[in-house]
């Protein structure tokens, strides 16, 4: 359903640091490579431990549409959001 002006208009900073937040989240995947040395110097795990945990979140990320797009598409656009913020945060 598309917004009036009026609606936008008032909810244009949510929606703003909303987009960030979410470009934020998108773009840690591509910043694993800065992450990885910090993650393996102070917790100190092997590399093949951490690049195993980010092949597998890759690996889920993108497969995750193909598994669950019948199901997402009978849920409403809400609760898709809904259900992405608490498995994200949960993971």
Not at 11 to 33: D, E, N, P, Q
């Amino acid at each position: 359903m598309r917004e009036t002006g009026g609606r936008f208009q008032k909810k244009r900073k949510l929606y703003m640091a909303m987009a960030v937040v979410i470009c934020v989240c998108a773009g840690f995947g591509y910043s694993w490579s800065v992450l990885q040395n910090p993650i393996v110097s102070v917790y100190g795990w092997a590399d093949s431990n951490v690049a195993l945990a980010y092949t597998l979140v890759v690996f889920c990320s993108t497969m995750a549409p193909l598994l669950f797009g019948s199901i997402l598409r009978k849920l409403s656009t809400r609760m898709c959001v809904m259900l992405g913020a608490v498995f994200s945060a949960s993971g």
